[in-house]
């Protein structure tokens, strides 16, 4: 039996109407046949975009030109209904969309289709009678007999023109965004960071830099400074990297100090930020005293100190440590920051574009780490020095997409980032038959 909730106001006994809410518990077939229709209409929404030859969908914004996308999962997010019962089964088939771009980057439509047929024949199946907990079971083994089947199925890719051809299907047939990631990829790797900016230009370009990513997002969502992206994006930082943790301000406020005094943004990355050390840098970041953000160091114990003297000589920093005989204190020496063209914070990862570390230092750390990878007997070991060296030498990858209009240039981004991420996908796990043979 299935039951949804749904708040409505009240009378109270002798007091008029109040403004407190209970709740309108709905029961069986009606609740049912309520969240299936509102699955079902925003599923049909979704569902036009699917595959290569997959449609556009057009939607109104609030505040600016309409957005024009394919993106299946940025349809389902524009989607509301006025009724209540309709939004609960849409907001299931919502959350489906959402958890599979965060882990997969594309295949949404697939995976809204894919849901809104489980719900309609799930449904089918209890209405004639069937144990919803059966129901339940059954899809959960069929779920596993699937994935057996299509690892089995799946056929590694490498070549770059296989790579094209992924990356021209999924974006929708544009052999130019195919071709372009396609080169992408062969310049940084397949271990290499790959972003998608907008660009100034009528063209599409393609630019190689000196940056690293990893995946540590900012410690509080108060330092963004995009809220549209939920992302913190500075331009021309200082950096200060600090292996333990930070807690109290009167350790940073040397460095603050600093920064109010030479106002530039600044990224700090450490152990952690907690207590009032946190505190303070939200309040002036809130108050618009201090562009500034905070991320945690990114691996564990020895893995994380060498981590971040590889972001130290890619900013021309100075790791502030015990071991380098440098503290956080009023002895703190500006020299030991360092800086970077771009910057970009999200909340998983964290984006070092252009670091000021030289050419030639940059080079002798990445063949300290090959010298490693060598000599180590670990296999573990040397996949994490390999990642380190990736992240290090293989630099980033910036597409800049082009267009006449802000519409056209939004449209393109989210092919190219679907494009992307499906190529990511292929590399790492194969590609299976499409167009439902799979």
């Known amino acids: 039996m299935l039951s949804t909730l749904r708040a409505v106001p009240l009378r109270a006994p002798g007091v008029g109407m109040r403004a407190f809410a209970t709740k309108d518990i709905r029961h069986g077939a009606a609740a049912r046949a309520a969240m299936l229709t509102g699955a079902n209409r925003l599923a049909d929404a979704v569902a036009v975009t699917l595959g290569p030859k997959g449609r556009n969908v057009v939607i109104e914004q609030s505040f600016g030109a309409p957005k024009v996308t394919k993106d299946g999962v940025t349809v389902a997010k524009a989607i509301e209904f006025s009724n209540k019962m309709m939004n609960v089964g849409a907001s299931l088939i919502k959350q489906v969309a959402s958890k599979t771009n965060d882990l997969a980057g594309d295949g949404t439509t697939t995976s809204t289709v894919l849901a809104r047929a489980i719900f309609r024949e799930g449904t089918k199946a209890v209405v004639a009678g069937m144990?919803?907990?059966?129901?339940k079971r059954g899809i959960d083994a069929a779920v596993r007999s699937v994935?057996?089947?299509?690892?089995?199925?799946?056929?590694?890719?490498?070549?770059?023109?296989?790579?094209?051809?992924?990356?021209?299907?999924s974006a929708n047939g544009d052999a130019?965004?195919?071709?372009?990631?396609?080169?992408?990829?062969?310049?940084?790797?397949?271990?290499?960071?790959?972003?998608?900016?907008?660009?100034?230009?009528?063209?599409?370009?393609?630019?190689?830099?000196?940056?690293?990513?990893?995946?540590?997002?900012?410690?509080?969502?108060?330092f963004v400074t995009d809220s549209k992206a939920q992302k913190c994006q500075f331009t021309d930082p200082l950096v200060l990297l600090f292996d333990k943790k930070i807690s109290t301000v009167q350790s940073i406020l040397p460095v603050l100090e600093h920064v109010a005094k030479v106002q530039r943004p600044l990224l700090i990355v450490a152990e952690d930020v907690e207590n009032e050390a946190l505190a303070t840098l939200v309040v002036n970041k809130?108050?618009?005293?201090?562009?500034?953000?905070?991320?945690?160091?990114?691996?564990?114990?020895?893995h994380r100190k060498a981590m971040m003297q590889d972001m130290a000589v890619l900013c021309g920093a100075e790791l502030v440590s015990e071991d380098t005989g440098r503290k956080l204190d009023e002895s703190f020496d500006p020299a030991v920051l360092g800086t970077a063209k771009t910057i970009t914070i999200t909340k998983d990862d964290t984006v070092i574009l252009d670091g000021a570390g030289g050419q030639g230092e940059v080079q002798a750390r990445c063949e300290q780490i090959q010298a490693a990878v060598e000599v180590t007997t670990s296999e573990y070991e040397k996949d994490k020095l390999r990642e380190?060296?990736?992240?290090?030498?293989?630099?980033?990858?910036?597409?800049?997409?082009?267009?006449?209009?802000?519409?056209?240039?939004?449209?393109?981004?989210?092919?190219?980032?679907?494009?992307?991420?499906?190529?990511?996908?292929?590399?790492?796990?194969?590609?299976?038959?499409?167009?439902?043979?799979?």
């Open 286 to 302: 809130l108050r618009g005293g201090l562009q500034v953000s905070a991320v945690k160091a990114p691996g564990f114990g020895d």
């Open 131 to 135: 144990n919803p907990m059966d129901v």
């Open 176 to 222: 130019v965004i195919g071709n372009m990631v396609a080169d992408a990829f062969r310049k940084v790797g397949k271990d290499g960071t790959i972003t998608v900016s907008e660009g100034k230009t009528m063209e599409h370009e393609l630019e190689v830099v000196e940056g690293m990513k990893f995946d540590r997002g900012y410690i509080s969502p108060y």
């Open 147 to 169: 994935l057996d089947d299509l690892e089995k199925r799946a056929k590694p890719i490498s070549t770059p023109e296989e790579i094209a051809q992924v990356a021209t299907i």
């Open 388 to 438: 380190r060296l990736a992240k290090l030498s293989g630099g980033v990858a910036v597409i800049k997409v082009g267009g006449a209009t802000e519409v056209e240039v939004q449209e393109v981004k989210d092919r190219l980032n679907d494009a992307l991420n499906a190529t990511k996908a292929a590399v790492e796990e194969g590609i299976v038959p499409g167009g439902g043979v799979a």
